[in-house]
């Protein structure tokens, strides 16, 4: 599932499910041509582990699936059984 492109906002983080493993991308910037600055870290969180990324707006809302806090994790999406 991919999100619209005009839902992307600067500043926010979002869970991108198009590779071998989900990443974070956080938006640093969008471009008034149409791309975004990004930087993006593995699903768990090593310091200083971010790598940085340009790419279309829409093509980062196709690979985006939600919006996800900054110190996302697999573990943190588990939720305890009722």
């Not at 599932?1 to 979002?14: A, F, N």
């Not at 640093?28 to 582990?49: A, E, K, N, Q, T």
Request: charged content about 25%; some cysteine.
């Amino acid at each position: 599932m991919s999100l619209p492109p005009e839902s992307i906002e600067q500043g926010r983080c979002y869970l991108a499910d198009n590779r071998a493993y989900p990443q974070v991308r956080q938006v640093l910037h969008i471009h008034s041509d149409g791309r975004v600055l990004y930087r993006s870290r593995p699903p768990r969180p090593v310091r200083d582990r971010w790598a940085r990324g340009v790419c279309d707006l829409k093509a980062f809302a196709l690979a985006a699936t939600r919006e996800v806090p900054y110190d996302w994790t697999p573990a943190s999406d588990k939720q305890l059984p009722v």
